[in-house]
């Protein structure tokens, strides 16, 4: 059974840093391409970041790009969001999601971490 | 950047009904990377359809997606008590993934 597992979510001021972690099992991971996506409180879903399988391929979305950095540790089956800078519309709750392979889809999403940026 | 407007924004229907949600993009765009997820209040998205029109793992039959070029359509044949919630639309293009900002479906 695939899992993803988040955590490291929380209150957190405006400017300051956390560090997200997605811990993976159930598949293999270091075959597979992993997202960020957040979800704003009563909004939409927001594509943040992803990262390819060996961690040389990585991608941002416009919002985030030079404040957030993706990295992956395949012997620990994990993926990470280090978030800096961080501000109110940085607030939401993040889903770690599984690359559907060519697909250009997620298909495993795990269940979530909220991150709160105030003072 | 790709946009993707879903309509309508809520769908009021009761049990049984057909469901028929629509996506358009901004752009032609292919449909190999458009995909349909369901979110129920509390609870991470689901992968319904990728590839505009292929069913992930799991899904009922009641659940269909078509389309291309800029028009894409999410059906649900028969409305279960469990499929109230709220779909979103995704594509995939240039490096970026977008989302619609979702169609609500509501019992009446």
């Known amino acids: 059974e695939v899992q993803l597992v988040e955590s490291g979510g929380g209150l957190v001021q405006p400017g300051g840093s956390l560090r997200l972690a997605c811990a993976a099992s159930?598949?293999?991971?270091?075959?597979?391409?992993m997202s960020w996506v957040r979800q704003a409180p009563g909004k939409g879903l927001e594509w943040v970041s992803y990262?390819?399988?060996?961690?040389?391929?990585?991608y941002y979305s416009d919002s985030v790009r030079g404040r957030i950095t993706i990295s992956r540790d395949n012997a620990k089956e994990s993926v990470y969001l280090q978030m800096n800078s961080l501000r109110a519309e940085d607030t939401a709750v993040y889903y770690c999601?599984?690359?559907?392979?060519?697909?250009?889809?997620?298909?495993?999403w795990g269940q979530g971490t909220l991150v709160t940026v105030s003072s | 950047e790709v946009v993707l407007t879903q309509s309508p924004g809520t769908l009021s229907l009761s049990p049984g009904e057909r469901a028929t949600l629509s996506c358009r993009a901004s752009?032609?765009?292919?449909?190999?990377?458009i995909a349909w997820y369901q979110q129920k209040l509390g609870q991470a998205p689901r992968l319904l359809i990728y590839?505009?029109?292929s069913r992930a793992t799991g899904i009922p039959d009641r659940f269909s997606g078509s389309g291309s070029g800029t028009d894409f359509t999410l059906t649900i044949s028969r409305l279960e008590p469990e499929d109230f919630a709220v779909y979103y639309c995704?594509?995939?293009?240039?490096?970026?993934?977008?989302f619609g900002q979702g169609t609500k479906v509501e019992i009446k």
């Open positions: 752009q032609s765009v292919t449909s190999n990377y």
């Open positions: 990262i390819g399988t060996s961690s040389t391929t990585t």
């Open positions: 159930g598949f293999t991971f270091s075959n597979s391409g």
């Open positions: 590839g505009a029109s």
């Open positions: 999601a599984k690359y559907y392979s060519g697909m250009g889809s997620f298909d495993y």
């Open positions: 995704q594509h995939y293009g240039n490096s970026r993934w977008t």
